[in-house]
């Protein structure tokens, strides 16, 4: 319980007129983003990472915090609004949540969205308060086999739970581990892949990777159809946002429902809040049929309440799984976790140790940014959605431009710029034949602590595998992951079999 | 983006036409061009660029890996990791390849028509071609005109049809990124010839 003193010191620490200004930056940049149709918080925060070296770590880490949860905000608006949802968490939140809004509902179902983000987020940070410290306290029980444990579900759940194809999550895996190696070992010093390059020596850089695949490979894809497929968008109905009591109370149960999913994926690595955000909705309608007048299908507000609920607080846990273990269960937060890195920081029990003046600030802003996030997306959602005026092509030019913007800003080499192009277009290629990307991202940033502590935990055994699995963690790491991968497969032989009949 | 999807199929919004004969399912009934290649071997199976990129790739580590200087590391030395990775990239593309040989796949088309490629090449080259002058040319032209020159090259492949005004915007564009990020920030950005020199 020595957690409440130190998250007042965060307070205090969040409370100064500049992190203060970061956080509502970041909020609004978040929304802003995450409304924009087929953008969505990993875009932002992927073109934000650049930006934030001329700022101090806590500061920049406060900044992220609220471009991700402001994300998650506006994606939903959107997702509502116009049936665009700009990342896979809010696909759950279109199906009824749009339909309220064909409904002639729309501000009630923007105001159900927000409180439900907003109540997630709250429910998961506060646990992430009393939680984290615990969870870094027992990693320090970790050794190398079982931080290659940890990656190896990392890895394995990201490619096979959410991608539809388990070889092109794979391969997308492979490929953001092979790019971790190149540049000199860590261990040994030898020169890897680099056919010579001295621009290599040190590796390909993050941020090239994450602009490339997240940001500069959108472009190139929504460039590839821009012309061709021309969503309807219009921005239907107007009015205030607030609830009746009766609705209020009808969507309260969702709520806490969807918080209570979320929670636990917020630490499992799946993906992110995708699978989480579809399990609220499906447990809803399930609820739903059995009631005397099924609202599913006609704009129901529960299932729109539960998803958002779940999705925030899920992501609010990664937040403190990030924190607590440096695991990173989502794209997102493996963008998050290599801003860590660049600062020279280490997220897991050292973190606490050492930083605690950041690490409590920033568990501080997370609250700050949920309260900020619900006044700004409340009342004036519909203001949002005039952001929607912008033109495509200057909308995705300056996306361009800020890409090539942040890799030379942070490299200054033409070669990174080259090299920003190259990968780009293989995430074009990821996007158009259907590839999962998470994996690519969570590879790229897992892929050194996987590699050092598989070699680590071999050079000290003298090459003997068994020292991988002979600890009692490993056991129940590897039997999650079996656990997961049991349903993974269960829910494709059901949803094959369903395709049949 | 904007599709509908149903709610049962989470992952599954741009999952695969059922298994067929090569011909697109609807593809046949839409106006315009004739798609290339329809009727042909490679009709639906343009996706087998990525296996051959990631067999590329794959190579490329292994090729990698035998011609490494280890000296005299310990057993799992710094080839010991890229080497299963090399021959897991070769394994999942002979798997990924064998499906797209088996099933066509066949990409949504939401535009009412039919287009000889699925993808707009006109506007890729716009977009790729400009970001590749942007990277070459930047150290020489200066970050504010190379920026316009990108933003203008990228708003034509998305179909802008005012040439002027686009320059305007993006060369305003980059002026504002180049204050804000140089001068405000400190970012190191070349001025080019507009600095006065190289």
Not at chain 1, 414 to 430: Q, T
Not at chain 2, 53 to 81: E, K, R
Not at chain 2, 162 to 175: A, H, K, Q, T
Request: proline share 7%; aromatic share 10%.
């Amino acid at each position: 319980m020595d957690s409440l003193p130190l998250l007042m010191e965060g307070f205090a620490g969040a409370f100064t007129p500049t992190n203060l200004l970061w956080v509502v930056v970041g909020c609004l940049l978040g929304t802003a983003v995450g409304v924009m149709p087929g953008l969505g918080s990993s875009m932002a925060v992927a073109l934000l990472l650049p930006m934030t070296f001329a700022l101090d770590p806590t500061a920049a880490f406060i900044l992220f915090a609220g471009v991700y949860f402001g994300g998650l905000f506006g994606d939903s608006t959107m997702a509502i609004l116009m049936n665009t949802p700009g990342q896979a968490s809010a696909i759950a939140s279109t199906f009824e949540g749009h339909r309220m809004a064909l409904d002639g509902r729309a501000p009630q179902a923007l105001a159900t969205a927000a409180i439900g983000a907003f109540i997630g987020g709250i429910i998961a940070s506060t646990i992430v308060v009393f939680f984290a410290p615990t969870l870094a306290e027992l990693s320090r029980y970790f050794g190398p086999a079982e931080y290659f444990a940890l990656a190896v579900f990392a890895f394995i759940a990201t490619s096979s739970v959410v991608s539809d194809s388990v070889p092109k999550g794979l391969a997308s895996l492979m490929l953001g581990l092979g790019i971790s190696t190149v540049g000199i070992d860590a261990v040994t010093g030898t020169q890897r892949f680099t056919m010579g390059a001295p621009q290599l020596f040190e590796g390909v850089s993050l941020i090239t990777v994450t602009v490339a695949i997240l940001a500069l490979g959108e472009v190139f894809h929504v460039a590839s159809r821009a012309r061709r497929d021309n969503p309807d968008l219009k921005t239907r109905s107007a009015g205030r946002p607030w609830l009746k009591w009766a609705e209020f109370k009808e969507a309260a149960p969702a709520w806490g429902r969807g918080t209570v999913i979320g929670l636990p994926f917020g630490v499992i690595p799946v993906g992110g809040s995708e699978v989480p955000t579809f399990m609220a909705y499906d447990v809803e309608r399930r609820l739903d049929r059995r009631r005397r007048l099924p609202q599913f299908g006609k704009g129901a507000i529960r299932g729109l309440a539960a998803p958002e609920a779940a999705g925030n607080s899920t992501t609010g846990m990664a937040m403190g799984a990030l924190l607590a273990l440096g695991l990173p269960v989502s794209a997102t937060a493996a963008i998050m976790l290599a801003a860590f890195r660049q600062y020279g920081l280490q997220p897991g029990p050292l973190l606490f140790d050492r930083n605690p003046d950041l690490v409590w600030a920033l568990l501080a802003s997370f609250f700050i940014a949920m309260v900020v996030l619900l006044i700004i997306n409340l009342p004036f959602a519909q203001l949002w959605a005039k952001l929607l005026l912008i033109p495509q092509p200057y909308l995705y030019a300056g996306i361009a431009l800020f890409c090539g913007l942040g890799v030379f800003a942070t490299s200054g080499r033409v070669f990174d710029l080259l090299l920003l192009l190259g990968i780009g277009l293989v995430g074009f290629g990821m996007r158009r034949y259907g590839y999962p990307l998470a994996p690519l991202m969570i590879g790229m940033v897992l892929g050194p602590l996987a590699e050092t502590s598989v070699r680590d935990a071999l050079l000290s055994s003298d090459g003997d595998y068994a020292a991988l699995i002979d600890s009692p963690i490993t056991w129940f790491i590897y039997g999650l992951l079996a656990l997961v991968l049991a349903f993974t497969v269960r829910a494709a032989v059901r949803r094959k079999s369903r395709q049949d009949i | 983006m904007s599709t509908p999807m149903t709610p049962s199929s989470p992952a599954q919004d741009d999952a695969l036409p059922p298994a067929g004969s090569g011909a697109g399912p609807d593809q046949g009934d839409l106006p315009g061009p004739t798609p290339a290649g329809a009727g042909t071997f490679w009709h639906g199976r343009s996706g087998l660029i990525m296996p051959v990129v990631i067999v590329g790739f794959s190579l490329y580590i292994l090729i990698g890996v035998a011609t490494m200087d280890v000296g005299d590391a310990d057993f799992p030395g710094p080839q010991f990791f890229p080497g299963i990775l090399g021959v897991l990239g070769l394994v999942l593309a002979g798997i990924i390849a064998a499906g797209i040989l088996r099933r066509p796949e066949h990409p949504e088309n939401s535009s009412g028509r039919s287009w000889r490629f699925h993808s707009d090449f006109t506007a890729l080259g716009w977009t790729v071609g400009g970001f590749l002058a942007f990277a070459v040319l930047l150290p020489w032209l200066g970050w504010i005109l190379t920026g316009g020159l990108l933003f203008w090259s990228v708003a034509r492949g998305f179909g802008s049809r005012r040439p002027l005004f686009d320059i305007l915007v993006g060369l305003f564009m980059s002026s504002v990124a180049y204050l804000g990020f140089s001068v405000a920030l400190g970012l190191n950005l070349p001025s080019g010839i507009l600095g006065g020199g190289f």
